[in-house]
C-alpha cells in the first residue's frame, strides 16, 4: 500500500488556540481522508479529498489537499476541550492493494 | 441504521490460544476491513472482504485469518497467541459511492494476551 508520513505526533494547545496536522507523502494520492479518534473509542471518519488544491470546511475545521495531491492538512481554528483526540490521515491504494494505509497520527491534547 | 457491532469487546487470552473475534457490519455495507491497533505500531491493515473473498492482505503472519459469510458478518481468527498480539482489532465496513469508499469503525474488540 501507499505509505504517508503525519506530523507531528503530539500537539498540546491551549483552548482557543489553533491546530495543524500534515500528512506528506513521496507519490501521488488518488485521494485522502481524515479520520478521529476519542480517547478509548474508535476512529470516526471526518472528511473525503479528491481533488488538486480542493479546500473543504466543516465549522471550525478546514482540509486542503495540495496542489500536487502529495499532501494534506487539517487545521482546527479556536480549539476546544472537545477537539481532543488523535487525528488520522488515510490513503486508498489502487489496483491490487486498495487498501487504506493510515497515517501514524497526531494526538491533540487541549488544555482548559 | 444500526452501526458496526463488535463481539466481544474485550478479552484475555493466554500464550498458545486461540481467539475468535466476530464483526457484523451496517446493513447493506458488503466490504469488511479490520485493522490492528497498537500504541507502537499504530493502526494497521489486516484483511479486507468482499462478497466473502478476501480482497486484500496486509504484512500479518499466517496466524492471522478471517473469513466473510453471506451476510457480510465477518471474523477473524488469531492462533498461536503471542505477547504481541494484545492491542486493540477494528473492524471497518465500507460500500462505495462513485468515487467515494467511507469506512465505518466498530467500537473493537480489545485483546489482552498473558
Known amino acids: 500500500g501507499q505509505q504517508v508520513m503525519q506530523i507531528p505526533q503530539y500537539q498540546h494547545v491551549q483552548e482557543g488556540e489553533d491546530f495543524t496536522t500534515y500528512c506528506n507523502s513521496s507519490?501521488?494520492?488518488?485521494?485522502i481522508q481524515w479520520y478521529k479518534q476519542r480517547p478509548g473509542g474508535h476512529p470516526v471518519f471526518l472528511i473525503q479529498l479528491v481533488k488538486s488544491g480542493e479546500v473543504k470546511k466543516q465549522k471550525r475545521l478546514t482540509f486542503q489537499f495540495g496542489e500536487a495531491k502529495k499532501n494534506s492538512s487539517l487545521h482546527i481554528t479556536a480549539t476546544q476541550t472537545t477537539d481532543v483526540g488523535t487525528y488520522f490521515c488515510a490513503v486508498r491504494g489502487s489496483g491490487s492493494a486498495r487498501q487504506l494505509t493510515f497515517g501514524s497520527g497526531t494526538q491533540l491534547t487541549v488544555l482548559p | 441504521k444500526a452501526g458496526v457491532t463488535q463481539t466481544p469487546r474485550y478479552l484475555i487470552k493466554t500464550r498458545g490460544q486461540q481467539v475468535t473475534l466476530s464483526c457484523s457490519p451496517i446493513?447493506?455495507?458488503?466490504?469488511v476491513s479490520w485493522y490492528q491497533q497498537t500504541p507502537g505500531q499504530g493502526l494497521q491493515f489486516l484483511f479486507e472482504?468482499?462478497?466473502?473473498?478476501?480482497?486484500n492482505k496486509g504484512n500479518f503472519p499466517g496466524r492471522f485469518s478471517g473469513r466473510q459469510f453471506s451476510n457480510s458478518r465477518s471474523e477473524m481468527n488469531v492462533s498461536t497467541l503471542e505477547l504481541g498480539d494484545s492491542a486493540l482489532y477494528l473492524c471497518?465496513?465500507?460500500?462505495?459511492?462513485?468515487?467515494?469508499?467511507?469506512?465505518?469503525f466498530g467500537p473493537g474488540t480489545r485483546l489482552l494476551v498473558l
Open positions: 471497518a465496513s465500507s460500500r462505495r459511492t462513485g468515487r467515494e469508499e467511507t469506512q465505518y
Open positions: 472482504y468482499f462478497s466473502e473473498t478476501q480482497r
Open positions: 446493513s447493506g455495507h458488503r466490504s
Open positions: 507519490t501521488t494520492l488518488s485521494n
